[in-house]
């Protein structure tokens, strides 16, 4: 329980479902201090997340994660940039934090399932094979089921996720109807760690080093100016490049060896192939070649393309060119509405 709206009505319905339930909150890293509401992780959530417990008649624990937030979350996070790419803290997290620290926790208290607010939905095989198939929210303007995609699979199989059929407006006349403090509470849109969402604020305190200057140049290797560190940008950037031009530059590439950021036209930010490596599959390909809606970030439509398998990794070859698949962010593959698994796009 992050103290928000989601995961405090999941609770909820949960126990109108007939399960006994009781909350967690992670104590995470670099987050401890805050008071405010806008991070998941905030001291402030946390204390919310108890009250909304109280409220609902169930009990609630904390679950001290700092010191794997920090190495499995926070180092990555920091390293990443460093290498010229862009993460996704929030996969980060689910991969090594929430989902394993909480089929722990279940484990331990004797708990048959463990359940999250997110916004997806899972079919379960009728069968009796016991197959478990993650797919879109009904609400796909809300759906989550991207940042899902590295979930193991005992993970899946001991998920419960109560929100895969409600739209967030629902999900608030909810929270009203019962009083919650969460109920109206604005979304976080920040990365929960970072305060005010100074992300390379926090980077140059945490990785001095990442403060040192270099070029930046177009794509024929002419040099347009410089910068402060290549932190500061990611693939299909536009703002804050500092570069005068009578039309715009976005950012194409970036070197992290020589520290060069490469601009180009906004055709030059699109891209019609990408390697993904560090895959996780939900349903293992049946052929080296095959055809999936593929999407490159969160919020996107997923996008027909060809996916061919080389090893360890997969090649995606977009139907129509992409705009700005950044190194470091994930791709994740669907069939339809089912999500077959995922990786991180590479430089």
């Not at 402030?44 to 009990?59: D, H, P, Y």
């Not at 624990?61 to 499995?72: G, N, T, Y």
């Not at 039309?247 to 992290?256: G, L, N, Q, R, T």
């Not at 090893?311 to 698949?325: C, I, S, Y």
Request: aromatic letters at 8%.
């Amino acid at each position: 329980m992050s103290g928000g709206v989601d995961s405090s009505v999941s609770a909820y319905l949960l126990q109108q479902q007939g399960f006994e339930v009781e909350g967690v909150s992670f104590m995470l890293g670099e987050a401890r201090g805050r008071e405010d509401h806008r991070g998941c992780c905030s001291l402030q959530s946390a204390r919310s997340a108890a009250q909304t417990a109280s409220t609902l008649g169930m009990a609630h624990f904390s679950v001290d994660a700092r010191l794997e937030f920090i190495e499995k979350v926070i180092e990555p996070f920091s390293e990443s940039y460093a290498k010229g790419m862009t993460p996704n803290p929030c996969i980060l997290c689910n991969k090594y934090i929430k989902f394993p620290f909480l089929l722990d926790e279940a484990r331990k208290r004797g708990a048959g399932y463990i359940a999250t607010g997110h916004y997806a939905r899972l079919q379960r095989d009728e069968t009796g094979s016991g197959e478990v198939f993650l797919k879109k929210a009904a609400d796909l303007k809300k759906d989550q089921s991207y940042v899902l995609y590295v979930l193991r699979e005992e993970e899946i199989r001991s998920l419960v996720l109560p929100l895969g059929e409600y739209e967030k407006p629902r999900v608030r006349e909810i929270a009203r109807s019962l009083g919650l403090d969460a109920a109206d509470r604005p979304e976080s849109q920040e990365i929960c760690f970072v305060e005010d969402d100074d992300y390379c604020g926090f980077l140059e305190r945490t990785e001095p080093s990442l403060c040192r200057p270099g070029p930046i140049k177009d794509l024929s290797g002419k040099e347009l100016g410089s910068h402060k560190g290549i932190h500061r940008y990611t693939v299909g950037q536009r703002k804050g490049l500092g570069i005068a031009s009578p039309s715009p530059y976005y950012v194409a590439k970036i070197d992290p060896v020589t520290r060069t950021v490469y601009v180009g036209s906004q055709d030059d930010a699109k891209c019609r192939e990408v390697v993904v490596s560090d895959l996780n599959w939900l349903i293992p390909p049946k052929a080296d070649t095959f055809r999936a809606g593929v999407k490159v970030r969160s919020m996107m439509k997923d996008v027909p393309a060809t996916l061919t398998i080389i090893a360890d990794a997969v090649r995606v070859l977009f139907d129509e060119p992409q705009w700005a698949p950044a190194p470091g962010q994930s791709a994740v593959f669907y069939d339809g509405g089912i999500v077959l698994g995922g990786g991180i796009i590479q430089p």
